[in-house]
């Protein structure tokens, strides 16, 4: 493991007013993204969406980093670099999405268990040869009546961190992502309990699995109400109980949180992460590595034309450079009026 190597790109990843870009749909993901404005979605049209986003200009301003699919890394740009190297010649880390997705976990009905860990060692060192010097695995934590049990979260943990530690090994950085879902009708506070559970026994089984805590970046879920809850949180509600939560259980020699946004809108998943962002010291670094929450605008405004790429990538800069200012707590809900 190069330890050096490993904090510092960590340290990036979270670097001041940037944040990551999650561009690591499955082939079934973003089909369904695809579907939504009526695009058949084909290696040319997944590979010319993927080259949108990576070459709108000035995103190397607000973005450290992007995670890329297995099929992305090998795609190329229009001018024939491969993408992994296009980012970096912008100052950008290529990452990698590296499980195969939560299967369901046998004799729990509802809940899942995150695969992928026979043969990663070899896959991250491939990985490694095509540029990606960070990668992401997602365990996926349900909430309903008698859910999540004991064995969803120790299985998930576990598996998250035999995947850091092997990541380390090949001088990866692992982004640990254990996400509490927001769908269901849950309160705010049974999502802060389970999200406080969840997160104890990651770190546990990161401790167990002597993951370096320095070269890592955790990507948890915010506290907030199921979408089907009536009673849903204020934003600074949202805020202040995610801070409280990550204040207890994330170690402070973690360099940095990055947050998915999990179905928040986009000016949801901005406005949360300036509000966290504006309440005083934190030993963190606190960020975004958005999906949904940096693209939709960005898919709207394309719809799968070429003659829509500019005004696309327009689109993107100006998500990209909300959650920017975000990452200050300079982001105002009044800002999404104003003209791009
Ligand atoms: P969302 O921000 O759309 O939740 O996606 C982030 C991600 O990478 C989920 O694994």
């Known amino acids: 493991m190069d330890k050096v190597a490993i904090e510092s790109n960590a340290s990036a990843m979270v670097a001041p007013g940037k944040g990551i870009l999650a561009a690591d749909e499955s082939s079934g993901t973003i089909k369904k993204r695809f579907d939504k ?15 949108l986003l990576f070459t709108a200009p000035g995103a190397e ?3 450290s980093g992007v995670i890329l699919y297995d099929e992305t890394i090998r795609q190329k740009s229009a001018d024939g670099r491969p993408f992994p190297e296009l980012l970096a010649s912008r100052g950008i880390l290529p990452g990698i999405k590296v499980d195969a997705g939560a299967k369901p976990l046998p ?4 809940e899942t268990i995150t695969e992928g860990l026979d043969g990663l060692r070899e896959r ?4 490694r040869g095509l ?8 365990a996926v934590i349900d909430v309903a009546a008698g859910i999540p049990s004991r064995c969803a979260i120790e299985a998930n943990s576990d598996a998250l961190a035999r995947y850091a530690a092997l990541c380390q090994e090949a001088s990866i950085v692992p982004i640990v992502e254990p ?29 167990l699995h002597r993951v370096h805590l320095e070269g890592m970046v955790l990507k948890p879920n915010m506290v907030i109400a199921g979408k089907k809850c009536a009673v849903q949180g204020t934003p600074q509600q949202v805020a202040d109980a995610t801070l409280r939560c990550l204040r207890r259980r994330v170690p402070a020699a973690v360099p940095g949180i990055a947050f998915l ?3 928040q809108s986009e000016a949801q998943a901005t406005l949360h992460l300036s509000l966290m962002n504006r309440a005083g010291a934190k030993p963190w670094q606190l960020s975004f590595s958005y999906g949904r929450a940096l693209q939709q605008s960005t898919l709207d405004a394309w719809r799968g034309e070429a003659g829509n790429v500019a005004a696309a990538q327009k689109s993107f800069l100006r998500r990209a450079r909300l959650n920017g200012l975000a990452r200050d707590g300079k982001y105002d809900a009044a800002m999404e009026q104003a003209a791009a």
């Open 37 to 51: 404005i009526q695009l058949e979605s084909t290696f040319e049209s997944r590979r010319a969406y993927r080259d």
């Open 61 to 63: 301003k607000y973005i």
């Open 107 to 110: 004799g729990f009905p509802g």
């Open 124 to 127: 991250l060192t491939e990985y």
């Open 131 to 138: 540029g990606a010097r960070f990668a992401k695995w997602r």
């Open 179 to 207: 996400e509490v879902l927001m769908d269901g009708d849950h309160t705010l506070e049974r999502c802060e309990e389970v999200t406080d559970a969840v997160l104890t026994a990651v770190f546990d089984a990161l401790f």
């Open 261 to 263: 946004s999990g179905g």
